[in-house]
């Protein structure tokens, strides 16, 4: 048996369904039952419950070979932090409690960095934490930006004319696609090779400028023309409030891509084979293509 928390989510569900087709038996966790049954009709065993519920996760854990971990983001929560932190004890707690050997945790780069970070200082926490568990094999992995984010983009691009955010224009970002992170933690659950704590940082097969990534999305989208503006801080947690999002969430989001325009936010050891992934930005637009058509 193989436990994947977040089985409705942009990592998640794809491990679900990789490992699915590997021929395991996978216990699919979420938070709505309605949502989770794909996955039960593929043959899923699905349970529903609060990922900060260290008894529901201890269950959901035990006899696990293998589970897969991450912290579901609320990005309405207005204590960000302490809703991250709630659930990440949780998880360790039923990790421990329920004897699991191997861990696949999903992290991020700039995660090595206790504060400073925004959004990532959660991530740094939640490692913390599971560096505590004894006679567990953790593996962290770090990718950073995912193309998935550009659906949030969509939206805008629509209603304005443009694309906007706060990273600089031309810095050269890690994007990586959901489905190659998946990859890489179903075939780590899958073989279990890997002794005490790892990290493997995956950084999508080139770095990536948001001008550049704007430029492809909207040569695909037959906005020839589409632009990238660059907001202030300001400005930006602003949209983001404006987008339903807290304003704890908007200004930890800021404070991240503060980090990452100043260079804070990058890899150890540079790219290398190990750490680069497939699938190209040019083609995932074909996948932003089709919301944008279907919106």
């Known amino acids: 048996m193989l436990t994947v928390m977040g089985a409705t989510g942009n990592t998640g569900k794809k491990v679900v369904e990789l490992l699915l087709a590997a021929g395991q038996d996978v216990r699919a966790l979420g938070r709505s039952e309605s949502r989770l049954a794909e996955l039960a009709a593929r043959g899923a065993q699905v349970l529903v419950g609060d990922p900060g519920d260290a008894a529901f996760l201890a269950k959901a854990f035990a006899g696990a070979e293998a589970v897969y971990t991450l912290l579901p983001a609320d990005r309405e929560s207005p204590d960000y932090h302490g809703d991250q932190r709630r659930k990440g004890e949780a998880i360790v707690q039923a990790l421990r409690d329920s004897g699991v050997r191997h861990v696949v945790a999903l992290s991020s780069l700039g995660a090595e960095q206790r504060e400073g970070t925004g959004l990532l200082a959660t991530l740094h926490a939640q490692e913390e934490r599971l560096k ?10 770090r990718p950073v930006s995912f193309f998935e984010n550009f659906f949030d983009a969509l939206a805008v691009i629509e209603h304005q004319g443009v694309n906007a955010d706060s990273v600089d224009p031309d810095l050269a970002v890690p994007m990586i696609a959901t489905r190659d992170i998946a ?37 695909r989208l037959g906005k020839p023309g589409l632009e990238y503006v660059r907001l202030a801080p300001a400005e930006m947690t602003q949209a983001l409030v404006q987008a339903g999002m807290s304003e704890t ?11 990452f325009n100043e260079g804070r936010v990058r890899p150890r050891a540079g790219r290398t084979a190990h750490n680069t992934t497939p699938t190209r930005f040019e083609d995932f637009v074909e996948e932003l293509a089709l919301a944008a058509t279907t919106k």
């Not at 908007?250 to 503060?258: I, K, N, P, R, S």
Request: negative net charge.
């Open 132 to 141: 505590t568990l004894e006679d567990t094999n953790v593996l962290l992995l």
């Open 183 to 219: 990859d890489v933690a179903a075939k780590a659950m899958l073989h279990r090779d890997w002794k005490g704590l790892a990290i493997r940082e995956l950084l999508g097969p080139r770095d990536l400028s948001y001008r550049e990534a704007t430029r492809i999305l909207g040569a």
């Open 249 to 259: 969430f908007a200004g930890l989001y800021v404070e991240m891509t503060l980090a």
